[in-house]
């Protein structure tokens, strides 16, 4: 079965670190494209960082030099390194994999974990 | 960074109705990177349509979207009680991929 689960989520200091973890099943992350999603309570989706099967990363501004995907091959397993975090950053954090890639080469989240919360408070 | 501007907000219907939902970009969307996805409470997104028109594995044919460049829709032709959720584009042509702020289909 294909499958995404998060975990790593919390509750944590402002200007605190925390790593969030996609662990996958039913297909290789090293071979798609793979992102973190997050949605701030009762708002809508914001895509924060994705990484190509060729390792090239790109980020949010809003979390550009604060954040750093990355994966694990041996682990089939997607990273989200987050650090300084502010309140802003509280949210609900997805990762999601493509699928139907277009002619771009990028395409949809046709797959998409369960999410983890991401608490961030003093 | 490509703008998604849905509307309405919110749609009241009642079940068997027909939805109407739009979704227009800030700048044209290549190769009609334009997907949607609607959201239950609690749960995570799920991929409704991808590439403008194509509906995803195991997507009912009550569901359907059109569009082109700019101007997308996605259609609802009769709403079953499962469908009454948020729904929200999102455009993947190029980084940064950006959401629409959703639209909301509500029991009338």
């Known amino acids: 079965e294909v499958q995404l689960v998060e975990s790593g989520g919390g509750l944590i200091q402002p200007g605190g670190s925390l790593r969030l973890s996609c662990a996958a099943s039913?297909?290789?992350?090293?071979?798609?494209?793979m992102s973190w999603v997050r949605q701030a309570p009762g708002k809508g989706l914001q895509w924060v960082s994705l990484?190509?099967?060729?390792?090239?990363?790109y980020y949010a501004n809003s979390v550009k030099g604060r954040f750093t995907i990355s994966r694990d091959n041996s682990k089939n397993t997607l990273y989200l390194q987050m650090n300084s975090l502010r309140p802003e950053d509280t949210a609900v954090y997805y990762c999601?994999?493509?699928?139907?890639?277009?002619?771009?080469?990028?395409?949809?989240?046709?797959?998409w974990g369960h999410g983890t919360m991401v608490t961030v408070s003093s | 960074e490509i703008v998604l501007t849905q509307s309405p907000g919110t749609l009241s219907l009642s079940p068997g109705e027909r939805a109407t939902l739009s979704c227009r970009a800030s700048?044209?969307?290549?190769?009609?990177?334009l997907a949607w996805y609607h959201q239950k409470p609690g749960q995570a997104p799920r991929l409704l349509i991808y590439?403008?028109?194509n509906r995803a594995s195991g997507i009912p044919d009550r569901f359907s979207g059109s569009g082109s460049g700019t101007d997308f829709t996605l259609t609802i032709s009769r709403l079953e009680p499962e469908d009454f959720a948020v729904y929200y584009c999102?455009?993947?042509?190029?980084?940064?991929?950006?959401f629409g702020q959703g639209t909301k289909v509500e029991i009338k």
């Open positions: 999601a994999k493509e699928g139907y890639p277009a002619n771009t080469g990028t395409g949809p989240f046709d797959i």
């Open positions: 039913g297909f290789s992350v090293r071979s798609n494209y």
């Open positions: 990484i190509y099967s060729g390792g090239s990363a």
């Open positions: 700048q044209s969307v290549t190769s009609s990177s």
């Open positions: 590439g403008a028109s």
């Open positions: 999102q455009q993947y042509s190029s980084s940064p991929y950006t």
